[in-house]
Structures are given as C-alpha cells and as structure tokens.
C-alpha cells in the first residue's frame, strides 16, 4: 500500500513546475525591460539611441543609391557620405544649430537646415556627400569628382536639389518611391523607427 507522500508526490511535482515556470517568466519580463532602457534610452546620456544603422535609406530608392555607389566606384570616385536617415530629434538639433550665428560658425560645414518634420533626412530619402563643391560659402564651385557625383546621382533618381546653396545634398522624389507625399514618407520611417526598437526590446 502507498504512503501518503507517494500519493501526494504528483502533486508536489505540479506545483514545482508551476513555481520554476513562474521564476522563469519574471526572469523574461526583467530581461525585456532591461533590454528596452538599454536599447531604447542611454540613461548616462539621456539621449535616444539611433534607430537605424549608419548611412540608412529607405528600402524603396535602397537599390537605386547602391547602383549610383557602384557607379561612382567604376569612375573611380570614392564618396564620403556625411548623412543619410536622421531622427527628427536630430532634425531639430540641426534646424536650431543652422539658425544660430554662433553655432554655425563652430561647424562651418553646415547649411541651412529644415524644420523637423519637412527634411526628406527624416525619411530616408535624402543623403549628403561631401566634395562636390570646393571654396568659401557663397562663392564655391563644383569639383571635377562633384560634377561625376552629380551626374551619377542624378542618373540613378537621386535630385540635386538645392544646387550649390547646399552643394553636399541628394534627394529622391517621395511619390517615385511610392509616397503620397513627403510628410508621409517621413511619418512611416520615424514610426518604424519606434517598431525597430520594440522589437528589440522583446528579443
């Protein structure tokens, strides 16, 4: 005949197994929120984290800008890209910075920036490449690697828009990209900003 333990061994195996489970999933759920402070805020800084990798662009215009770097490659220009997909918290900065005499003149390299919210930057639209134009502001000229810039990027849907008042900058047409329009190109790339960061949180 069984003892009382062995009858009640089942039991206790159940609730074991209930009490680890649980362990576990407060273990996930204090993991997941560590991951999103890390991934989402630098505590130390304040600063959000960047949600896209270096030189960006929005996966629609992705096989156009790779075929104008493959193209400047066979002409033998090296470009050095100085901006590609910017957060709109960096678009402001920008925007600030530009319309500061004292900051301008600590980064001499800066145009007029747009209001957060209107930059093709915040859509993953736009890039910068330095060396187009060389001279003081106001009286440059296009170098001989800028006019193969311009050429190549040009050829590959890519608009030099602002001409040498912003020699370094390219955009690609919003509507050839499939957007109603640029608001709304810049509206999916900044939330999928926020999904990309979720989702991390939850991995």
Same mark, same amino acid.
């Not at 509507?175 to 979720?198: D, E, F, M, P």
């Given at each position: ?20 489970s649980?362990? /576990?999933?407060? $273990?996930?759920r &204090? ?7 890390? +991934?989402?805020?630098?505590r @130390? ?15 629609k ?58 930059s /093709?930057?915040? $859509?993953?639209? &736009? ?7 060389? +001279?003081?502001r106001?009286? @440059? ?38 957007y ?5 190109a ?11 960061l ?6």
């Amino acid at each position: 005949m069984a003892s009382p333990f062995v009858k009640k061994l089942p039991l206790l195996l159940l609730v074991l197994s209930l009490a680890l489970s649980l362990e /576990a999933f407060g $273990a996930d759920r &204090a993991k997941a929120k560590t991951t999103t402070c890390t +991934g989402c805020l630098q505590r @130390k800084s304040g600063k959000k984290a960047p949600c896209h990798p270096a030189n960006y662009v929005d996966p629609k215009i992705k096989g156009k800008y790779t075929a104008a770097l493959r193209d400047m490659k066979r002409f033998g220009v090296e470009p050095k890209i100085t901006s590609a997909w910017r957060s709109t918290d960096k678009q402001a900065a920008l925007y600030r910075c530009s319309n500061s005499q004292k900051c301008r003149s600590r980064n001499p390299g800066l145009y007029y920036a747009k209001p957060p919210g209107t930059s /093709a930057h915040e $859509a993953g639209l &736009a890039v910068d490449i330095s060396g187009v134009a060389a +001279g003081p502001r106001g009286a @440059k000229r296009i170098t001989p690697k800028g006019h193969k810039i311009i050429r190549i990027m040009e050829k590959n849907g890519f608009a030099w828009r602002y001409g040498l008042k912003d020699p370094a900058h390219f955009e690609a047409n919003p509507k050839a990209a499939g957007y109603r329009n640029l608001h709304q190109a810049i509206k999916k790339t900044q939330t999928k900003c926020s999904v990309n960061l979720s989702a991390k949180a939850k991995r």
